[in-house]
Protein backbone atom coordinates (compact mmCIF):
# COMPACT_ATOMS: atom_id res chain seq x y z
CA UNK A 1 0.00 0.00 0.00
CA UNK A 2 0.93 3.65 -0.78
CA UNK A 3 -0.28 5.48 2.31
CA UNK A 4 0.10 9.48 2.64
CA UNK A 5 0.07 10.98 6.44
CA UNK A 6 -0.76 14.40 5.93
CA UNK A 7 -0.31 16.24 9.69
CA UNK A 8 2.96 14.26 10.83
CA UNK A 9 2.92 15.96 14.46
CA UNK A 10 2.80 13.32 17.52
CA UNK A 11 -0.04 11.00 16.00
CA UNK A 12 0.51 11.13 12.77
CA UNK A 13 4.45 10.72 12.70
CA UNK A 14 3.59 7.46 15.17
CA UNK A 15 0.64 5.91 12.52
CA UNK A 16 3.11 6.39 9.78
CA UNK A 17 6.25 5.21 11.47
CA UNK A 18 4.27 2.11 12.30
CA UNK A 19 2.20 2.08 9.07
CA UNK A 20 6.11 2.09 7.50
CA UNK A 21 7.02 -1.47 8.99
CA UNK A 22 4.25 -2.90 6.19
CA UNK A 23 3.87 0.08 3.70
CA UNK A 24 4.91 2.60 1.52
CA UNK A 25 4.48 5.45 3.58
CA UNK A 26 4.95 9.68 2.89
CA UNK A 27 4.64 11.88 5.83
CA UNK A 28 3.97 15.37 5.07
CA UNK A 29 4.52 17.70 7.95
CA UNK A 30 6.89 20.64 9.14
CA UNK A 31 10.57 21.23 9.05
CA UNK A 32 13.01 20.67 11.42
CA UNK A 33 11.31 17.49 12.05
CA UNK A 34 10.64 16.18 8.01
CA UNK A 35 14.66 16.58 7.28
CA UNK A 36 15.24 14.78 9.93
CA UNK A 37 13.27 12.32 9.42
CA UNK A 38 14.80 12.15 5.85
CA UNK A 39 17.88 11.96 7.34
CA UNK A 40 17.66 9.51 9.79
CA UNK A 41 14.18 8.23 9.89
CA UNK A 42 12.18 7.92 12.60
CA UNK A 43 13.03 6.60 15.81
CA UNK A 44 9.32 5.19 17.88
CA UNK A 45 10.17 4.79 21.70
CA UNK A 46 7.86 4.09 24.84
CA UNK A 47 5.05 1.63 24.61
CA UNK A 48 5.80 0.57 21.06
CA UNK A 49 10.03 0.40 20.15
CA UNK A 50 10.54 0.87 16.35
CA UNK A 51 12.64 2.76 13.68
CA UNK A 52 11.05 2.94 10.15
CA UNK A 53 12.34 5.55 7.00
CA UNK A 54 9.17 6.41 6.02
CA UNK A 55 9.61 9.19 2.92
CA UNK A 56 9.08 12.76 4.13
CA UNK A 57 7.74 16.64 2.85
CA UNK A 58 6.86 19.72 3.93
CA UNK A 59 4.67 20.33 0.80
CA UNK A 60 2.52 17.99 -0.37
CA UNK A 61 3.07 17.91 -4.08
CA UNK A 62 -0.64 16.13 -5.42
CA UNK A 63 0.76 12.60 -6.14
CA UNK A 64 -1.70 9.51 -5.75
CA UNK A 65 -1.55 7.50 -2.54
CA UNK A 66 -3.46 4.33 -1.87
CA UNK A 67 -4.68 5.87 1.36
CA UNK A 68 -4.45 9.52 2.71
CA UNK A 69 -4.77 9.27 6.59
CA UNK A 70 -5.42 12.83 7.94
CA UNK A 71 -4.08 13.79 11.06
CA UNK A 72 -3.79 18.01 11.37
CA UNK A 73 -5.62 19.23 14.45
CA UNK A 74 -8.91 19.30 13.52
CA UNK A 75 -9.02 23.68 13.05
CA UNK A 76 -6.50 22.84 10.22
CA UNK A 77 -9.19 19.97 8.42
CA UNK A 78 -10.20 22.65 5.79
CA UNK A 79 -6.49 23.49 4.77
CA UNK A 80 -5.55 20.61 4.66
CA UNK A 81 -8.53 18.53 2.74
CA UNK A 82 -7.80 21.58 0.20
CA UNK A 83 -4.19 20.85 -0.18
CA UNK A 84 -5.44 16.82 -0.71
CA UNK A 85 -7.97 17.98 -3.19
CA UNK A 86 -5.46 17.77 -6.05
CA UNK A 87 -4.64 14.32 -5.50
CA UNK A 88 -6.70 11.34 -6.20
CA UNK A 89 -6.97 8.54 -3.46
CA UNK A 90 -9.00 4.90 -3.00
CA UNK A 91 -9.82 6.06 0.84
CA UNK A 92 -9.03 8.94 3.23
CA UNK A 93 -8.92 8.09 6.96
CA UNK A 94 -9.72 10.95 9.84
CA UNK A 95 -7.55 9.66 13.14
CA UNK A 96 -8.94 13.28 14.82
CA UNK A 97 -10.59 13.96 17.74
CA UNK A 98 -14.14 15.83 17.24
CA UNK A 99 -16.69 15.83 14.20
CA UNK A 100 -14.61 16.87 11.45
CA UNK A 101 -14.87 13.71 8.81
CA UNK A 102 -17.81 16.07 7.21
CA UNK A 103 -15.43 18.39 6.51
CA UNK A 104 -12.53 16.33 4.28
CA UNK A 105 -15.66 14.57 2.98
CA UNK A 106 -17.38 17.86 1.45
CA UNK A 107 -13.87 18.54 -0.44
CA UNK A 108 -12.33 15.41 -1.46
CA UNK A 109 -13.48 12.87 -4.43
CA UNK A 110 -12.20 9.95 -2.33
CA UNK A 111 -14.29 8.30 0.04
CA UNK A 112 -13.72 8.92 3.59
CA UNK A 113 -14.12 7.04 6.08
CA UNK A 114 -14.66 7.56 9.50
CA UNK A 115 -11.86 6.47 12.74
CA UNK A 116 -10.97 6.98 15.89
CA UNK A 117 -7.78 6.52 17.57
CA UNK A 118 -6.85 5.61 21.56
CA UNK A 119 -3.01 5.13 21.04
CA UNK A 120 -1.24 8.13 23.03
CA UNK A 121 1.42 9.79 21.03
CA UNK A 122 3.87 12.53 21.69
CA UNK A 123 6.83 13.90 19.36
CA UNK A 124 9.85 14.34 21.86
CA UNK A 125 12.16 16.16 19.13
CA UNK A 126 12.61 15.89 15.41
CA UNK A 127 12.35 12.30 14.03
CA UNK A 128 11.64 10.67 17.72
CA UNK A 129 8.33 10.10 18.60
CA UNK A 130 7.00 8.31 21.93
CA UNK A 131 4.12 6.00 22.04
CA UNK A 132 2.63 7.29 25.47
CA UNK A 133 0.55 4.45 25.55
CA UNK A 134 -1.02 1.27 23.01
CA UNK A 135 -4.61 1.91 22.14
CA UNK A 136 -6.52 1.18 19.39
CA UNK A 137 -7.77 2.27 15.83
CA UNK A 138 -11.31 1.83 14.86
CA UNK A 139 -12.45 2.88 11.56
CA UNK A 140 -15.21 2.36 9.59
CA UNK A 141 -17.59 4.01 6.49
CA UNK A 142 -18.40 7.19 7.98
CA UNK A 143 -22.35 6.66 7.81
CA UNK A 144 -22.01 3.06 9.61
CA UNK A 145 -22.40 0.18 7.76
CA UNK A 146 -19.75 -2.29 6.00
CA UNK A 147 -17.84 -0.87 2.87
CA UNK A 148 -15.20 -3.14 1.54
CA UNK A 149 -12.74 0.16 1.68
CA UNK A 150 -12.93 0.49 5.23
CA UNK A 151 -11.96 -3.65 5.60
CA UNK A 152 -8.84 -2.85 3.05
CA UNK A 153 -7.94 0.40 5.58
CA UNK A 154 -8.53 -2.24 8.07
CA UNK A 155 -5.71 -4.81 6.88
CA UNK A 156 -3.60 -2.28 5.87
CA UNK A 157 -3.08 -0.83 9.96
CA UNK A 158 -2.60 -4.63 11.50
CA UNK A 159 -0.26 -6.31 8.40
CA UNK A 160 1.86 -3.02 10.45
CA UNK A 161 1.08 -4.00 13.60
CA UNK A 162 -1.80 -1.70 14.54
CA UNK A 163 -4.14 -2.73 16.85
CA UNK A 164 -7.60 -2.08 14.90
CA UNK A 165 -10.77 -2.79 14.49
CA UNK A 166 -13.63 -2.20 12.03
CA UNK A 167 -16.67 -1.35 13.11
CA UNK A 168 -20.15 -0.86 11.38
CA UNK A 169 -21.50 1.43 14.13
CA UNK A 170 -19.18 4.47 13.26
CA UNK A 171 -21.69 7.16 14.11
CA UNK A 172 -22.40 5.88 17.33
CA UNK A 173 -18.51 5.43 18.01
CA UNK A 174 -17.30 8.67 17.11
CA UNK A 175 -20.18 10.32 19.55
CA UNK A 176 -19.15 8.28 21.71
CA UNK A 177 -15.72 9.35 21.75
CA UNK A 178 -16.72 12.95 21.40
CA UNK A 179 -18.78 12.68 24.68
CA UNK A 180 -15.88 11.46 26.28
CA UNK A 181 -13.77 14.33 24.61
CA UNK A 182 -16.26 16.70 26.07
CA UNK A 183 -15.90 15.60 29.36
CA UNK A 184 -12.48 15.18 29.96
CA UNK A 185 -10.60 17.69 27.86
CA UNK A 186 -11.50 20.96 28.98
CA UNK A 187 -12.11 20.27 32.21
CA UNK A 188 -8.61 18.80 32.90
CA UNK A 189 -6.78 22.09 30.51
CA UNK A 190 -8.82 24.54 32.72
CA UNK A 191 -8.39 22.87 36.12
CA UNK A 192 -4.74 21.85 35.31
CA UNK A 193 -5.47 18.27 36.10
CA UNK A 194 -4.51 14.62 34.77
CA UNK A 195 -7.21 13.13 33.52
CA UNK A 196 -7.45 11.08 36.77
CA UNK A 197 -8.55 13.81 38.64
CA UNK A 198 -11.92 13.16 36.90
CA UNK A 199 -12.36 10.30 39.13
CA UNK A 200 -13.79 12.16 41.79
CA UNK A 201 -15.85 15.29 42.36
CA UNK A 202 -16.48 18.05 41.73
CA UNK A 203 -14.86 17.45 38.23
CA UNK A 204 -16.56 13.55 37.82
CA UNK A 205 -19.67 15.69 37.83
CA UNK A 206 -18.55 18.73 35.66
CA UNK A 207 -17.36 15.78 33.10
CA UNK A 208 -20.61 13.61 33.44
CA UNK A 209 -22.23 16.75 32.83
CA UNK A 210 -21.03 17.62 29.90
CA UNK A 211 -21.11 13.95 28.16
CA UNK A 212 -24.52 13.63 29.03
CA UNK A 213 -25.18 16.44 27.40
CA UNK A 214 -23.44 15.42 24.71
CA UNK A 215 -25.16 12.27 24.63
CA UNK A 216 -28.74 14.12 24.38
CA UNK A 217 -27.53 16.07 20.99
CA UNK A 218 -26.07 12.60 19.90
CA UNK A 219 -29.74 11.79 20.09
CA UNK A 220 -31.72 14.58 18.81
CA UNK A 221 -28.92 13.53 15.83
CA UNK A 222 -30.14 9.72 15.14
CA UNK A 223 -27.39 8.52 17.02
CA UNK A 224 -28.41 5.74 19.41
CA UNK A 225 -25.84 6.89 21.94
CA UNK A 226 -27.70 6.49 26.09
CA UNK A 227 -26.56 8.42 28.33
CA UNK A 228 -25.27 5.21 30.24
CA UNK A 229 -23.21 4.24 27.63
CA UNK A 230 -21.54 7.83 27.00
CA UNK A 231 -20.85 7.61 30.92
CA UNK A 232 -19.28 4.13 31.13
CA UNK A 233 -16.86 5.14 28.56
CA UNK A 234 -16.22 8.30 29.93
CA UNK A 235 -15.48 6.71 33.27
CA UNK A 236 -13.79 3.60 31.96
CA UNK A 237 -11.20 6.57 29.40
CA UNK A 238 -10.90 8.15 33.03
CA UNK A 239 -9.14 4.74 34.60
CA UNK A 240 -7.23 3.86 31.85
CA UNK A 241 -5.83 7.42 30.89
CA UNK A 242 -5.89 8.40 34.58
CA UNK A 243 -2.14 9.39 34.12
CA UNK A 244 -2.13 11.49 30.54
CA UNK A 245 -2.37 14.97 30.32
CA UNK A 246 -5.26 15.29 27.94
CA UNK A 247 -4.00 17.09 24.52
CA UNK A 248 -6.29 20.24 25.32
CA UNK A 249 -4.26 20.59 28.67
CA UNK A 250 -0.77 19.63 26.47
CA UNK A 251 -2.19 22.52 24.17
CA UNK A 252 -2.64 24.78 27.10
CA UNK A 253 0.70 23.95 28.90
CA UNK A 254 2.43 24.79 25.27
CA UNK A 255 0.08 28.06 24.83
CA UNK A 256 -1.36 26.77 21.64
CA UNK A 257 -5.07 27.06 19.95
CA UNK A 258 -6.97 23.99 21.67
CA UNK A 259 -9.68 21.63 19.44
CA UNK A 260 -12.38 23.76 21.47
CA UNK A 261 -14.55 24.47 18.51
CA UNK A 262 -14.82 20.39 17.33
CA UNK A 263 -15.09 18.90 20.76
CA UNK A 264 -17.24 21.22 22.90
CA UNK A 265 -18.11 23.49 20.38
CA UNK A 266 -19.24 20.66 17.95
CA UNK A 267 -22.09 19.82 20.89
CA UNK A 268 -23.25 22.98 21.36
CA UNK A 269 -23.55 24.26 17.51
CA UNK A 270 -25.27 20.86 17.30
CA UNK A 271 -27.49 21.41 19.95
CA UNK A 272 -28.42 24.77 19.07
CA UNK A 273 -29.48 22.97 15.88
CA UNK A 274 -31.95 20.94 17.84
CA UNK A 275 -33.39 24.09 19.95
CA UNK A 276 -31.55 21.92 23.22
CA UNK A 277 -29.31 23.72 25.49
CA UNK A 278 -26.07 22.53 26.85
CA UNK A 279 -25.27 24.57 29.47
CA UNK A 280 -21.86 22.84 30.29
CA UNK A 281 -20.47 22.47 27.44
CA UNK A 282 -21.13 25.97 26.69
CA UNK A 283 -19.71 26.86 29.83
CA UNK A 284 -16.31 25.12 28.96
CA UNK A 285 -16.25 26.18 25.49
CA UNK A 286 -16.60 29.82 26.49
CA UNK A 287 -13.82 29.39 28.78
CA UNK A 288 -11.43 28.00 26.92
CA UNK A 289 -12.14 30.36 23.89
CA UNK A 290 -11.62 33.33 26.50
CA UNK A 291 -8.32 31.74 27.42
CA UNK A 292 -7.62 31.26 23.48
CA UNK A 293 -8.20 34.79 22.99
CA UNK A 294 -6.76 36.53 26.01
CA UNK A 295 -3.37 34.45 25.08
CA UNK A 296 -3.90 35.86 21.03
CA UNK A 297 -4.35 32.47 19.58
CA UNK A 298 -7.33 33.07 18.86
CA UNK A 299 -9.24 35.75 17.27
CA UNK A 300 -12.85 36.55 18.84
N1 LIG B 1 -1.44 12.91 20.07
C1 LIG B 1 -2.26 11.93 20.44
O1 LIG B 1 -1.91 11.10 21.29
C2 LIG B 1 -3.62 11.82 19.84
C3 LIG B 1 -4.12 12.77 18.98
N2 LIG B 1 -5.39 12.62 18.46
C4 LIG B 1 -5.92 13.62 17.54
O2 LIG B 1 -5.10 13.62 16.36
C5 LIG B 1 -5.03 14.94 15.80
C6 LIG B 1 -3.57 15.37 15.72
O3 LIG B 1 -3.07 15.47 17.06
P1 LIG B 1 -1.51 15.62 17.36
O4 LIG B 1 -0.75 14.67 16.53
O5 LIG B 1 -1.37 15.55 18.81
O6 LIG B 1 -1.27 17.11 16.84
P2 LIG B 1 0.10 17.76 16.36
O7 LIG B 1 -0.09 19.24 16.41
O8 LIG B 1 1.24 17.16 17.09
O9 LIG B 1 0.23 17.28 14.83
C7 LIG B 1 -0.34 17.91 13.73
C8 LIG B 1 0.81 18.30 12.82
O10 LIG B 1 0.32 18.61 11.53
C9 LIG B 1 1.08 19.71 11.05
N3 LIG B 1 0.37 20.37 9.97
C10 LIG B 1 -0.81 21.03 9.99
N4 LIG B 1 -1.12 21.49 8.77
C11 LIG B 1 -0.10 21.11 7.94
C12 LIG B 1 0.16 21.31 6.57
N5 LIG B 1 -0.68 21.97 5.78
N6 LIG B 1 1.30 20.80 6.04
C13 LIG B 1 2.18 20.11 6.82
N7 LIG B 1 1.97 19.89 8.15
C14 LIG B 1 0.84 20.39 8.70
C15 LIG B 1 1.21 20.59 12.29
O11 LIG B 1 2.20 21.57 12.14
P3 LIG B 1 1.95 23.03 12.81
O12 LIG B 1 1.62 22.81 14.24
O13 LIG B 1 3.23 23.74 12.55
O14 LIG B 1 0.79 23.62 12.05
C16 LIG B 1 1.59 19.53 13.32
O15 LIG B 1 2.96 19.24 13.27
C17 LIG B 1 -5.88 15.82 16.72
O16 LIG B 1 -7.18 15.91 16.24
C18 LIG B 1 -5.86 15.05 18.04
O17 LIG B 1 -6.98 15.35 18.85
C19 LIG B 1 -6.17 11.54 18.74
C20 LIG B 1 -5.70 10.55 19.58
C21 LIG B 1 -4.42 10.62 20.21
C1 LIG C 1 -8.92 10.11 25.36
C2 LIG C 1 -8.21 11.39 25.74
C3 LIG C 1 -9.08 12.19 26.68
C4 LIG C 1 -6.97 10.94 26.43
O1 LIG C 1 -6.28 11.94 27.10
C5 LIG C 1 -7.97 12.19 24.50
O2 LIG C 1 -8.43 11.82 23.43
C6 LIG C 1 -7.28 13.49 24.51
O3 LIG C 1 -6.55 13.80 25.44
O4 LIG C 1 -7.50 14.23 23.53
Known sequence: MDVLVFGAGSLGTLAGALLARAHHVTLVGRDPHVSRVREE??????????????????????SDADLVVVTVKSFDTSAAADALATGAFDAALSLQNGLVEDELAARLDAPVLAGTATYGARLVEPGHVECTGVGRVVLGARGGGTDPRAE??????????????????????????????????????LARVENGALADDPGRTLARRAARETARVARAEGIPLSNR????????????????????????????????????????????????????????????????????????
Open 152 to 189: RVGKTFRDAGIETLVAADMPRRRWEKLAVNAGINAVTA
Open 229 to 300: RALTSLAEVVDATAANRSSTLQDVDAGTRTEVDAINGAVVERGEKHRLDVPTNRTLADLLRTWEAGRGVREM
Open 41 to 62: GVRVSGAVEARTTPAATTEYDG
